[in-house]
């Protein structure tokens, strides 16, 4: 082999490296701590749990309901049915079929699925299936067991479970999918600043957990099950609102009460995006 061709496939190789490195660059979810994503909240929301206007609502609730119009949206009636170990469960639900950006603050976002025929809490995506809003009923068999509000997809007013007597077993209230038992601190109560809001459900932590800086922006995210933390939790850089910057990432485990798992630090960035640590699986 000449001089010529051992040069040639000098360049071939380096090329193929070069570029493959950057390849592995571009797809490497760590390379940069900037967060470009819709569904990540920059500043904090505005809660508001304001019954005042709750009785009129149920003045209005009877006209309203022969027109299928809630929370002045006009909506259409479904039903979804499956069988389990030899029990049919029915859902009667009303949907909308106007479009709704989803609220990246609420972990389950209830939506009709087209395709499956079927309720989902995950995964919607405009086109897919209809955001549920209005009445919801679910049936074992004959027997009423669960019953609420929907509001474009999140859970609203009072939820009530009951047991296979139909008899009366837990009831919760919510605010488009926030449970109105959740625990709110504030820097300022005057002006809504929130510092802190932990979902309780049924006197437990459940749902996405927000921290927020004084500025309003999100400094930390992550979910409750069942009390305990789990998944992936991040915590966010100051950057007065001028874009998302993950500063640490920590890993809880999958699901809760999982056995011999300890928590660790998957990842960290610097102020600028940069990666300066990552656990090595």
Same mark, same amino acid.
Request: hydrophobic residues 30%.
């Given at each position: ?119 989902? @809490?995950?995964? =919607? /995506?405009? &086109?897919?299936?209809?955001? #549920?809003?209005?009445? %919801?009923?679910?049936?074992? *068999? ?78 930390? @995210?992550?979910? =409750? /099950?069942? &009390?305990?933390?789990?998944? #992936?939790?991040?915590? %966010?850089?100051?950057?007065? *609102? ?40």
């Amino acid at each position: 082999m000449n001089k010529f061709s051992l040069f040639l496939l000098f360049i071939l190789l380096f090329s193929k490296t070069a570029f493959g490195q950057k390849a592995e660059s571009k797809s490497d979810p760590d390379s940069s701590g900037v967060v470009n994503s819709s569904l990540l909240p920059t500043t904090m929301p505005l809660l508001l749990f304001d019954d005042s206007n709750e009785k009129e609502e149920k003045k209005e609730k009877k006209k309203k309901a022969k027109k299928n119009i809630w929370f002045g949206v006009k909506t259409k009636r479904g039903l979804a049915k499956r069988d389990i170990r030899g029990q049919e469960i029915f859902e009667f639900f009303n949907y909308t079929e106007q479009a709704r950006a989803l609220d990246p603050y609420i972990r389950d976002v209830y939506w009709f699925d087209n395709q499956e025929r079927s309720i989902r @809490t995950s995964g =919607y /995506q405009e &086109g897919k299936g209809y955001l #549920l809003h209005g009445p %919801y009923e679910r049936k074992i *068999n004959e027997t009423v067991v669960e019953s609420g509000m929907f509001y474009f997809g999140t859970k609203h007013k009072t939820w009530m479970l009951f047991d296979s007597k139909n008899v009366l077993q837990d009831k919760n209230h919510f605010n488009e999918g926030w449970p109105k038992e959740s625990r709110i601190s504030y820097y300022e109560r005057t002006n809504q600043t929130v510092e802190e809001i932990t979902p309780i459900q049924y006197g437990l932590e459940e749902g996405n957990y927000f921290y927020f800086y004084d500025d309003k922006q999100v400094a930390v @995210t992550g979910e =409750y /099950q069942y &009390g305990e933390k789990v998944g #992936l939790w991040t915590e %966010y850089w100051d950057t007065g *609102n001028t874009k998302a910057i993950r500063k640490r990432e920590i890993q809880y485990q999958e699901e809760a009460y999982t056995e011999n798992f300890r928590p660790y630090i998957r990842a960290e960035w610097d102020k600028d995006g940069n990666l300066v640590y990552r656990k090595e699986m």
